[in-house]
Each structure stands twice: as C-alpha cells, then as structure tokens.
C-alpha cells in the first residue's frame, strides 16, 4: 500500500512540475528579465547579471527560512501563471469550436463562406476544363500537368477554408460541423445525441485514441494562452513577441492537427460501433446483416432526443 502511494504521489508531483510548474516559471522569468531590461535595455546582459548579483547579496536571502519562502513563493506563483493559461486555454478552446450566433460571428462566417465559394467555383471551372482535355490511345482523359496541379492547389485553399461551406466562424468549428453532417448524411443519425451514448460502449484503445486527440486540442489552446501572455509582456520587453509569435504558430498547427484527427476518429467509432450501439437499444438484430441504415438512424435520434 505505502509503494502504492509512493508511486501516485511522484507521479502527481511529476505531473504537477511539468504542466503547472514549468511552464509557469518559464513565464516568470521572462518577466523578471523583461521587467529588467525594459525595451531600451533588451539585450543589455551585463545590466540583468548586475541586478542579480544585488539581489543575492542581500543579507535577507542568507536565512534559509527567508529562502524557503522566496521559493515557495516562486512556486505558487508559476502555479497560478499556469493556472490562468489554462482557464484563458479553456476560453481559447470554446471560441474556437463556437456556433457563432453574434454579429461578429455571423459576419466573419459570411466573408469564410464566400471565400470558400469562390475557390470552389474556380476549382469546379478547373475541374470542368481537365474533363474536355483529351483522351490518350486506350480512351482514358488525359489532364495535362499544369491543370492537374491548379487542381489539387484550389482544393487545398478551399480545404484550408473548410471541408465543407463554412456554417461556423472558424476552421475548428467547420471541421467538426462536417463529421456531424457527414455522420448524418451516411447513417440518418445526429451525432451531438448519439456521442455520449456511443461513448459509453466504445472498447478502451478507442477510448484512449479519442482522449489523446482531446487531450492535444487542449494542450493546443493552454499553448495559444501562453501566446497571449508572452503578448502582453512585449509591452514592456519587444523580445518577448518573439515567444508570442513562436507558441502562436505551434499552437495553430497542433489545434489544427489535433481536431482533424479528432473529428476522424469520432466518425469512425460511428463507422465501427454504430451498429452495436444500435443492436444494444434494441433496434436492430444481433443476427441482422448489413450497415447501418438511415431508418434505424433516424430511430436512434428519436430515441435519443426523448421524443414523443
């Protein structure tokens, strides 16, 4: 029992150190220096070294009980810098998957769907042009190489808008708004009331996928907060939009990566255990063959929603 105790407190306190600690005395260093050095100082390494060497001549730090104290006042610190990049992340993360119903989300959903529009009426026209190119000896299409390449560019731009006609503010919002309609469109079932029922029935590899997907898009937006933390702090030392800049990118390409794979593997734990959700409700056979089809998925969502 005590080896087992052991063993959870040092992994809490590992745990502890390195997403609360670390990353927040990171931050409280940068803010010494920068409130150091200021803009007019940034790169002065000389004046930083003068001022910590006043500070550990100082008589008080010769007290341990004085030192004791400085570090546990470090420590709580860093915890409470992380802490509120973790409740800004949370923020972060919401924003991003948000419906958009204000006005400025209506209006930045409209410019994104026109966008989109817009590429896909160029990649339809490109699209058109490779089928009217001419066919080779045994009657297949022949798409020349500078129309093929236009192709898979306008797909790209138009991918990057959404999968599908922007319907939310944000590339996060869309990409999971397009599993749900893809779910719907193959299986008749809506996806925001069939999850958590599905998610009690998933086996635990599947489980353990979806939660590290999760778990990265998390991690992702406590990055994008860390971002606007460094932001502020380049008010008082530039270097610091340096840091800004740098967790702002990784953020935006792992929140990108992570929900992609994310929405994936939602669609398909409905691909694989839809139909076993279906057959435990009772409406479906054990015996019966064949997928999952749009009745029995309608009837899913009836159920599901409690209606009459």
Not at 160 to 178: H, V
Request: glycine share 8%.
């Amino acid at each position: 029992m005590n080896h087992l105790l052991a063993t959870l407190g040092g992994k809490l306190t590992e745990r502890w150190l390195n997403s609360l600690v670390l990353p927040g005395a990171l931050f409280l260093a940068a803010t010494a220096v920068g409130a150091t050095l200021g803009h007019r100082h940034w790169h002065d390494v000389d004046r930083l070294r003068t001022t910590l060497d006043d500070l550990a001549a100082r008589p008080a730090l010769d007290r341990t009980g004085t030192a004791a104290l400085l570090v546990a006042l470090v420590l709580l610190t860093a915890t409470a810098a992380s802490l509120a990049a973790q409740f800004l992340g949370g923020g972060i993360e919401r924003c991003r998957l948000r419906f958009g119903r204000d006005p400025f989300s209506r209006a930045r959903t409209a410019r994104r769907a026109r966008r989109w529009r817009r590429i896909d009426a160029q990649l339809t026209e490109a699209v058109g042009h490779a089928h009217h190119a001419g066919t080779g000896p045994d009657g297949a299409v022949v798409i020349p190489g500078d129309t093929l390449a236009r192709i898979h560019t306008l797909t790209e731009a138009r991918d990057r808008i959404a999968l599908r006609e922007p319907a939310r503010p944000t590339w996060y919002g869309d990409r999971m708004q397009a599993a749900a309609d893809r779910v719907e469109a193959a299986y008749g079932v809506d996806l925001a009331v069939l999850w958590p029922r599905l998610w009690l029935i998933l086996p635990e590899p599947a489980v353990r996928q979806v939660q590290s997907a999760h778990d990265s898009f998390s991690a992702a937006a406590r990055l994008a907060a860390w971002a606007v933390g460094y932001a502020l702090l380049a008010c008082w030392w530039w270097p610091a939009a340096l840091a800004a800049v740098g967790c702002a990118a990784v953020a935006r390409t792992r929140a990108r990566t992570a929900l992609d794979t994310l929405a994936g593997l939602i669609e398909a734990a409905v691909d694989v255990h839809g139909r076993e959700l279906a057959t435990r409700i009772g409406l479906m056979s054990p015996d019966a063959q064949g997928r999952l089809d749009q009745d029995t998925g309608d009837d899913m969502s009836a159920m599901f929603r409690k209606a009459e």
